[in-house]
């Protein structure tokens, strides 16, 4: 045995809450060390005395086998005089000033589920079971710190054996604040459309068609079986949503596999204790009714994730409609009050339960490219862990955009980024909005010195942002995307950068949307973009695809563009005159250089969309018509204009035209269209390289989560010897702005 040394050690990350200590005390034991282990409010302190074998064993065991829940982030040590301690303790906590993590809520564990399936457990079909290892944890805190007394769960007095389990420092569900059982926890309730209790089955109505309004986590579902088009029909005509897909659960894996093709990154980030939504590719024929999923290739799909879900599921029941309850753009309705009022023109019935939830928090949305995960919408599992920054100088809040909103509290080297908001033109919205930060700012004693927000005078944010009484710092939408990527991948040197989105407003005035950058958190200069087209109409545009398809043709061929209008698009001669007359006319237009407003005119000109009934449906809708396979392009030119790279598609027009008449396959249309993008971009990162000796790209932008685009632009550009950055912990669409916002604004 090696000579006996102490060390003192200071651990920092997601470690209150999560069964850390005493972890930490069944390590020490195993290891034959003595000390002790305390939680100091920002970080867990630990004194271990051993041999330097054990020592190290010990620390190793920190990082290799921790418990689930946490995520360890640092961890120092420092060696120090023997103490002479007897035995290892867990000393009695200290709250210090400092850093405070909170964790995500988490999917039942396998321990418990374990449990859950026994009947010979007190606690075999709980639905509200859970241990430090998983459970409810930011839904139902209120304040820190974490304690049972700050929680939604302060109203449910432990009974005498959930006491002596929470008290037990062997135990699983030692100070495990949700801790309860079916004598003295939450109880489910199931009503009818008028709150009065029933007696059915719920898995019966299921079965029968009916649609349930269950209360989750974060706050309710819709739910209904999605093997019943009937059922389906009536749930997309009931909340008047047009085409956009429903998310779905499965039993378990085996049931996923029966509807959907899944790698082996998939099936992991399914069972992560996250479970997020993930996006997969459908196996056709299929059972599932169209109605799901809309002319779209893949579903987007969850396993259960409390002990609840896993009691609506039978035999034949083994997939669900799980859609968030809401109306469109509104946050998710999370109380039984507001659900009996709101929902009752939706549901058949109302299967609640009587623990509050304190934080409204959607799914989150993730997909798997080139084997890493990706995050669309960034809500339960993953909210309000922190992102690693570069330090700033100032405490920031940034309020991100107006769509797919979320904010950011940023100071030092973290930044808090809020759950998914949804969409800032809404009234229910923007309380929620401000109701989450008053919460956030309190939970990590974040005082914003400065305000970042979008330069878009219009947005709800912005304006927001003016009524703070604080410094203001305008960031340009596409530059707060691009910084995220960076921070995203702590990536700090100089980049070539590639952001394609619908919307952004730029510093000429013009509404962006495919920018080439050269730079580095905040210092960009733009490099080149999509030539620009004239968006008359606006957001009505938007929504009308065929509309943007006609400027395009208008803006390019003129006459010739028009007769192919009124031929492909049904466009009236007179309307056709009238947008003629619009482009000929003083008046100033807004000009665009989005990569989505050209997805909607490729789409609709091939006849795959002309009505966007939810944002990016064109997009997405021509997405999953792609082949693989496909090498030809169309053509494109790549145009020197002062400074600045003007990429044109004029040429490819013709040519789409030439092959719709031939009525060629709208798959093949599809991916060479996807496949022109990826060379057009490709050869301008090379001619960029050739006059920047750059070799690193970063690519952000809603347009990113397109995983046909994505996955052959890395293929392509790793080909030729980039670097490739993508998103990883924050989305690429408008949804991870506010790191960017806050990163640009605080330094």
């Known amino acids: 045995m090696s000579h006996i040394m102490a060390q003192r050690i200071k651990v920092r990350g997601v470690i209150q809450g999560v069964g850390f200590r005493p972890f930490v005390h069944r390590l020490a034991e195993r290891q034959g060390l003595r000390g002790w282990v305390r939680n100091e409010g920002s970080h867990v302190e630990i004194w271990v005395e051993g041999s330097t074998e054990q020592i190290e064993a010990f620390i190793r065991g920190l990082n290799e086998k921790h418990p689930p829940a946490a995520q360890i982030r640092e961890i120092y040590t420092k060696v120090y005089p023997v103490q002479g301690y007897d035995d290892f303790v867990i000393l009695e906590s200290k709250e210090e000033s400092g850093d405070i993590f909170i964790s995500p809520d988490l999917a039942l564990c396998p321990e418990c589920l374990q449990e859950f399936h026994s009947t010979q457990d007190r606690r075999f079909h709980y639905p509200f079971i859970n241990c430090t290892n998983c459970g409810p944890r930011y839904t139902i805190i209120r304040q820190v710190p974490y304690d049972r007394g700050n929680t939604t769960m302060a109203q449910f007095a432990m009974c005498q054996e959930c006491s002596k389990e929470y008290h037990d420092i062997k135990s699983r569900r030692y100070h495990a604040q949700p801790n309860a059982c079916p004598q003295c926890g939450p109880r489910l309730e199931l009503v009818d459309g008028e709150g009065k209790a029933c007696s059915q089955d719920f898995n019966q109505l299921l079965a029968r068609g009916f649609i349930i309004a ?11 079986d999605a ?25 378990d894996l085996e049931a996923v596999k029966k509807y959907a093709y899944i790698s082996k990154e998939e099936e992991e980030l399914l069972q992560s204790p996250q479970t997020p939504i993930v996006l997969l590719e459908q196996i056709f024929p299929s059972s599932l009714p169209p109605a799901l999923n809309p002319g779209l290739n893949t579903l987007g799909i969850m396993l259960p994730y409390t002990p609840l879900h896993h009691l609506l599921f039978t035999e034949d029941l083994d997939i669900l409609v799980m859609t968030s309850a809401n109306f469109s753009h509104e946050p998710i309705v999370y109380t039984n009050e507001e659900a009996l009022q709101r929902l009752k023109s939706i549901a058949d019935y109302f299967l609640l339960h009587n623990r509050p939830i304190y934080h409204r928090c959607d799914d989150s949305i993730t997909a798997v490219v080139k084997k890493h995960t990706q995050i669309f919408r960034r809500a339960r599992g993953y909210v309000p862990l922190p992102v690693k920054i570069p330090p700033l100088a100032r405490k920031v809040l940034a309020l991100g955009g107006d769509l797919k909103n979320t904010f950011c509290l940023a100071a030092g080297d973290k930044a808090f980024l809020s759950q998914h908001m949804g969409d800032m033109d809404n009234l229910e919205a923007q309380l929620e909005f401000q109701k989450t930060l008053s919460h956030l700012q309190s939970y990590f004693h974040i005082a914003p010195e400065i305000v970042a927000h979008d330069l878009h005078h219009g947005y709800a944010t912005t304006q927001f942002a003016q009524g703070l009484n604080l410094p203001l710092r305008g960031v340009q939408h596409h530059e707060a995307h691009l910084t995220s990527c960076l921070v995203d991948n702590e990536y700090a040197e100089e980049v070539l950068g590639l952001v394609c989105d619908g919307t952004g407003y730029g510093h000429d005035g013009n509404l962006w949307g495919f920018e080439f950058f050269q730079g580095t958190l905040g210092q960009y ?10 968006l008359i109409g606006g957001d009505k545009t938007v929504e009308r695809p065929d509309r943007m398809a006609l400027l395009y043709l208008l803006k390019e061929w003129g006459q010739e563009g028009a007769k192919w209008a009124e031929k492909l698009l049904d466009f009236a001669p007179s309307e056709i005159a009238l947008y003629q007359s619009l482009l000929q006319g003083t008046q100033r237009i807004p000009l665009t250089s989005s990569c989505g407003r050209l997805f909607d005119a490729v789409s609709a000109l091939t006849g795959v969309c002309r009505r966007n009934s939810y944002e990016g449906q064109a997009a997405m809708e021509l997405e999953s018509l792609c082949i693989s396979g496909v090498k030809e392009t169309y053509s494109f030119a790549i145009l020197q204009e002062g400074p600045v790279k003007i990429l044109s598609l004029r040429e490819m027009w013709p040519e789409l035209i030439d092959d719709i008449r031939k009525k060629g396959d709208r798959g093949f249309i599809a991916g060479k269209f996807h496949r022109t993008l990826q060379e057009m971009i490709t050869q301008v990162f090379v001619l ?26 890395i293929t392509e550009l790793e080909r030729k010897a980039f670097k490739v950055l993508i998103h990883r912990q924050v989305p690429p669409n408008d949804g991870g702005i506010s790191l960017g916002q806050a990163v640009i604004a605080g330094r």
């Open 525 to 534: 200069k733009r490099l080149a973009h999509l030539a620009y087209v004239p």
């Open 688 to 713: 960029l390289r050739e006059e920047t000796n750059l070799t690193t790209v970063a690519l952000s932008g809603g347009v990113m989560q397109n995983k046909v685009l994505l996955s052959g632009l």
């Open 227 to 251: 093997k019943n088009q009937q059922a389906v029909n009536a749930l997309r005509q009931r909340k008047g949503r047009g085409a956009k897909p429903f998310a779905l659960m499965a039993r």
């Open 214 to 224: 269950v209360k989750g986590l974060g706050g309710f579902h819709l739910v209904c």
